[in-house]
């Protein structure tokens, strides 16, 4: 066992973040498909197609409709889809059910991560000690304080609920999902540009131990658990220490 840090190896790494994703992803659809049923999200997204249809009734126009095939309608129906489409944007019923599908999305997202990440990322590692998720057991990869000792479980929390979870998932996701509806677009787009500069920057300033953002908040660093020495406590940490320079000026010759 080695005092100084020793890195796990690329192939470890990976391997232990592709099984930990896989896992992670399972819980998500898991959780996901829960929290939806309870808070009937299906039953929210089918309404509009409900609401489609009564307007398609009441003007004979279909507001879904193609960009292509709209320009194959008479100016007089492309007048009927504009008037309707107009009156159908400012419907309250329509407003409300979308904005309701867009908050149902942003927490279902939401809870379903944290539940995933909450479980896998530090209730496992808790149980198997050394940060340990299940990947990282199998592989030989661990976690521990920068200066050799044992994570604790504070730090373990804030590595992994406000580092992996709030800024490595959840503002990334949250980014995306505002990019897709329309929202905020420009501001998705600058979020996900400003935590990928934060996490080079992390990468970059933390030359030793090239740490990601979730380490550097938690101060903590990946390590291969076999051959790297960990203490308990800082006491044993300084006791080691002791130790070691009095070996060393007894084997000096001055």
């Known amino acids: 066992m080695i005092y100084d840090l020793q890195k796990p190896s690329l192939f470890k790494r990976l391997s232990a973040w592709l099984f930990d994703f896989i896992i992670v992803a399972i819980l998500i659809t898991g959780f996901a498909t829960i929290v939806s049923f309870a808070s009937n999200f299906d039953g929210q997204l ?149 935590i990928l500069l934060a996490q080079i920057i992390s990468l970059i300033v933390t030359r030793r131990t090239r740490s990601a953002l979730h380490d550097l908040l938690s101060d903590t660093v990946t390590i291969d658990l076999a051959s790297q020495l960990i203490f308990d406590t800082e006491e044993e940490l300084i006791k080691y220490k002791e130790e070691q320079h009095a070996k060393m000026v007894e084997r000096s010759p001055y």
Request: proline share 3%; net charge negative; charged share 20%.
């Open 46 to 194: 089918a309404k509009p197609e409900g609401y489609y249809t009564e307007y398609a009734e009441k003007y004979d126009i279909n507001l879904e409709i193609s960009s292509e095939d709209f320009e194959k309608l008479s100016k007089e129906e492309q007048q009927i889809y504009a008037d309707a489409n107009e009156i159908f944007q400012k419907d309250e019923r329509v407003v409300k059910t979308y904005g309701l599908i867009f908050s149902l999305t942003v927490v279902i997202t939401a809870i379903s991560i944290l539940l995933a990440v909450l479980v896998w990322e530090f209730i496992v590692p808790l149980f198997l000690k050394n940060g340990q998720t299940v990947g990282k057991k199998i592989f030989g990869v661990a976690v521990m304080r920068t200066n050799g000792v044992k994570i604790t479980p504070v730090q373990l929390f804030i590595r992994s609920i406000l580092g992996k979870y709030t800024f490595e998932i959840m503002l990334p996701v949250f980014s995306v999902i505002l990019v897709v509806f329309g929202g905020a677009g420009v501001f998705g787009v600058l979020m996900l540009g400003v």
